[in-house]
Protein backbone atom coordinates (compact mmCIF):
# COMPACT_ATOMS: atom_id res chain seq x y z
CA UNK A 1 0.00 0.00 0.00
CA UNK A 2 2.61 2.15 0.61
CA UNK A 3 4.14 3.67 -2.75
CA UNK A 4 5.98 6.74 -2.46
CA UNK A 5 4.66 8.56 -5.32
CA UNK A 6 4.39 12.44 -4.46
CA UNK A 7 1.80 14.26 -6.50
CA UNK A 8 1.93 17.57 -6.46
CA UNK A 9 -1.62 19.52 -6.84
CA UNK A 10 -1.90 22.93 -8.36
CA UNK A 11 -4.65 25.10 -5.59
CA UNK A 12 -5.26 28.07 -7.68
CA UNK A 13 -8.90 28.23 -8.43
CA UNK A 14 -10.79 25.50 -7.30
CA UNK A 15 -13.42 24.61 -5.07
CA UNK A 16 -11.89 23.40 -1.56
CA UNK A 17 -14.92 21.03 -0.85
CA UNK A 18 -14.30 19.09 -4.44
CA UNK A 19 -10.43 19.36 -4.21
CA UNK A 20 -10.48 17.88 -0.64
CA UNK A 21 -12.45 15.34 -1.17
CA UNK A 22 -9.93 14.15 -4.52
CA UNK A 23 -6.78 14.75 -2.17
CA UNK A 24 -8.21 12.57 0.67
CA UNK A 25 -8.79 9.95 -1.39
CA UNK A 26 -5.65 10.27 -3.63
CA UNK A 27 -3.56 9.98 0.56
CA UNK A 28 -6.03 6.79 1.35
CA UNK A 29 -4.83 5.07 -2.15
CA UNK A 30 -1.26 5.33 -0.20
CA UNK A 31 -0.21 8.32 -2.28
CA UNK A 32 1.77 11.40 -0.70
CA UNK A 33 0.20 15.14 -1.87
CA UNK A 34 1.52 18.04 -1.65
CA UNK A 35 -0.85 20.93 -2.28
CA UNK A 36 0.74 24.54 -3.90
CA UNK A 37 -1.02 27.43 -3.67
CA UNK A 38 -3.19 27.36 -0.80
CA UNK A 39 -4.14 30.81 -0.15
CA UNK A 40 -5.38 30.59 -3.77
CA UNK A 41 -8.37 27.77 -3.49
CA UNK A 42 -11.73 29.59 -3.06
CA UNK A 43 -14.73 28.77 -1.26
CA UNK A 44 -18.39 29.26 -2.55
CA UNK A 45 -21.67 30.42 -1.09
CA UNK A 46 -24.81 32.00 -2.07
CA UNK A 47 -23.36 35.58 -0.98
CA UNK A 48 -19.42 36.36 0.77
CA UNK A 49 -21.50 37.22 4.21
CA UNK A 50 -23.07 33.62 4.27
CA UNK A 51 -19.25 32.22 3.33
CA UNK A 52 -18.19 34.13 6.25
CA UNK A 53 -20.76 33.76 8.91
CA UNK A 54 -19.91 30.19 8.89
CA UNK A 55 -16.31 30.86 9.58
CA UNK A 56 -17.64 33.28 12.59
CA UNK A 57 -19.96 31.08 14.09
CA UNK A 58 -17.11 28.30 14.48
CA UNK A 59 -15.06 31.02 16.25
CA UNK A 60 -17.57 31.81 18.72
CA UNK A 61 -17.78 28.29 19.77
CA UNK A 62 -15.94 28.66 23.30
CA UNK A 63 -15.48 25.74 26.50
CA UNK A 64 -16.74 27.00 29.37
CA UNK A 65 -14.07 25.65 31.92
CA UNK A 66 -10.82 27.01 30.14
CA UNK A 67 -11.47 28.37 26.82
CA UNK A 68 -7.37 28.25 25.61
CA UNK A 69 -6.30 25.38 27.31
CA UNK A 70 -9.41 23.40 26.22
CA UNK A 71 -10.30 24.62 22.80
CA UNK A 72 -11.52 24.05 19.95
CA UNK A 73 -8.36 25.08 18.79
CA UNK A 74 -9.32 27.00 14.77
CA UNK A 75 -6.41 27.19 12.52
CA UNK A 76 -6.87 30.74 11.43
CA UNK A 77 -4.03 30.28 8.32
CA UNK A 78 -5.11 29.38 4.37
CA UNK A 79 -3.02 25.95 4.86
CA UNK A 80 -4.56 24.90 8.19
CA UNK A 81 -7.90 25.61 7.17
CA UNK A 82 -7.76 23.12 3.64
CA UNK A 83 -5.66 20.69 6.28
CA UNK A 84 -8.42 20.51 8.46
CA UNK A 85 -10.97 19.83 5.53
CA UNK A 86 -9.26 17.35 4.29
CA UNK A 87 -8.48 16.12 8.02
CA UNK A 88 -12.12 15.70 8.01
CA UNK A 89 -12.42 13.71 5.69
CA UNK A 90 -10.05 11.32 6.83
CA UNK A 91 -10.96 8.56 8.96
CA UNK A 92 -8.68 10.07 11.62
CA UNK A 93 -8.92 7.91 14.21
CA UNK A 94 -7.69 4.25 12.33
CA UNK A 95 -4.03 3.58 11.88
CA UNK A 96 -4.98 4.20 8.18
CA UNK A 97 -6.65 7.68 8.71
CA UNK A 98 -3.58 8.65 10.94
CA UNK A 99 -0.89 7.94 7.95
CA UNK A 100 -2.76 9.53 5.20
CA UNK A 101 -3.28 12.67 7.10
CA UNK A 102 0.88 12.74 7.69
CA UNK A 103 1.77 11.88 3.83
CA UNK A 104 -0.47 15.37 3.48
CA UNK A 105 1.42 18.58 2.87
CA UNK A 106 0.20 22.41 2.40
CA UNK A 107 1.88 25.30 1.51
CA UNK A 108 0.80 29.03 0.42
CA UNK A 109 2.41 29.31 -3.18
CA UNK A 110 5.42 27.19 -4.41
CA UNK A 111 8.17 27.15 -1.70
CA UNK A 112 9.50 23.57 -3.58
CA UNK A 113 9.74 25.46 -6.83
CA UNK A 114 7.67 22.88 -8.66
CA UNK A 115 7.98 23.56 -12.29
CA UNK A 116 4.09 24.11 -13.69
CA UNK A 117 4.39 20.68 -15.59
CA UNK A 118 4.16 18.70 -12.50
CA UNK A 119 1.03 20.09 -11.08
CA UNK A 120 -1.63 18.45 -11.36
CA UNK A 121 -5.18 20.11 -12.01
CA UNK A 122 -8.24 18.70 -11.76
CA UNK A 123 -10.58 20.53 -14.35
CA UNK A 124 -14.10 19.33 -12.45
CA UNK A 125 -12.74 21.12 -9.23
CA UNK A 126 -12.24 24.26 -10.77
CA UNK A 127 -14.17 27.24 -10.26
CA UNK A 128 -16.17 27.60 -13.46
CA UNK A 129 -15.59 30.63 -15.42
CA UNK A 130 -19.39 32.04 -15.76
CA UNK A 131 -20.74 30.85 -12.53
CA UNK A 132 -23.32 33.00 -10.62
CA UNK A 133 -22.16 32.29 -7.00
CA UNK A 134 -19.86 34.56 -5.05
CA UNK A 135 -16.61 33.59 -3.95
CA UNK A 136 -13.51 34.19 -1.44
CA UNK A 137 -10.10 32.82 -1.52
CA UNK A 138 -8.90 31.25 1.65
CA UNK A 139 -6.26 34.30 1.72
CA UNK A 140 -9.04 36.44 2.52
CA UNK A 141 -10.97 34.26 4.47
CA UNK A 142 -8.01 33.67 6.94
CA UNK A 143 -7.10 37.41 6.86
CA UNK A 144 -10.91 38.44 8.34
CA UNK A 145 -10.85 35.32 11.01
CA UNK A 146 -7.27 37.02 12.40
CA UNK A 147 -4.42 35.14 10.78
CA UNK A 148 -1.52 37.81 9.69
CA UNK A 149 1.01 36.49 7.33
CA UNK A 150 4.52 36.21 8.14
CA UNK A 151 5.61 38.60 5.97
CA UNK A 152 3.08 41.45 7.67
CA UNK A 153 4.47 39.88 11.17
CA UNK A 154 8.17 40.19 10.14
CA UNK A 155 7.38 44.01 8.96
CA UNK A 156 5.67 45.03 12.01
CA UNK A 157 8.44 43.54 14.18
CA UNK A 158 11.26 45.44 12.33
CA UNK A 159 8.80 48.21 12.11
CA UNK A 160 8.60 48.20 15.94
CA UNK A 161 4.46 49.09 15.89
Keep these: MSNNEVVYVDGRDMIMGRLASKVAKM ?58 VVRGMLPRNKPKGKAAYRRLRVYRGNPENVPEEKLLVFEDSKRRKFNPYPYMSLKEIAKLIGWIPVEERVKRWVVGE
Design 27 to 84: LLEGKRVVVLYADDIIVTGTSKRSIMEKFYKRLRLRSNVNPRRHGPFIPRSPEGIFRR
